[in-house]
């Protein structure tokens, strides 16, 4: 079994419910669901399709060795924003 870190983002509030999804090691690698759980099922199956893809093409699967870490940091507004807010 491979074991791929995935990145899950709900849908904005003026949009309908649900979430996408991204496999930051498997560039281009994307799906969606309206739910939580179908949005995981959704992912396996976008992941294996990609891999299938890789193989056919003849390139490398890439492993992840360690999995990602999720981490959020604040900035300040860039000078160009608030310049246009004015």
């Known amino acids: 079994m ?3 870190t995935i990145l ?7 949009e309908e ?3 996408s999804v991204t496999v930051p090691e498997l560039p281009g690698c ?3 669901g ?3 759980e179908e949005a995981m ?4 199956e976008a ?7 890789m193989v056919k093409d003849g390139e490398d699967i890439p492993l992840e060795t360690k999995p990602y870490i999720l981490a959020q940091v ?4 860039p000078t160009v924003l608030k310049a246009q807010a004015r």
């Open 17 to 19: 419910p649900g979430f």
């Open 47 to 53: 992941i294996l399709c990609h891999l299938e893809g």
């Open 8 to 14: 899950l983002k709900p849908a904005d509030e003026d």
């Open 30 to 32: 994307f799906s969606q």
């Open 34 to 36: 309206d739910t939580f």
């Open 74 to 77: 604040e900035v300040p507004e």
């Open 41 to 44: 099922e959704h992912a396996k």
């Open 2 to 4: 491979l074991r791929y």
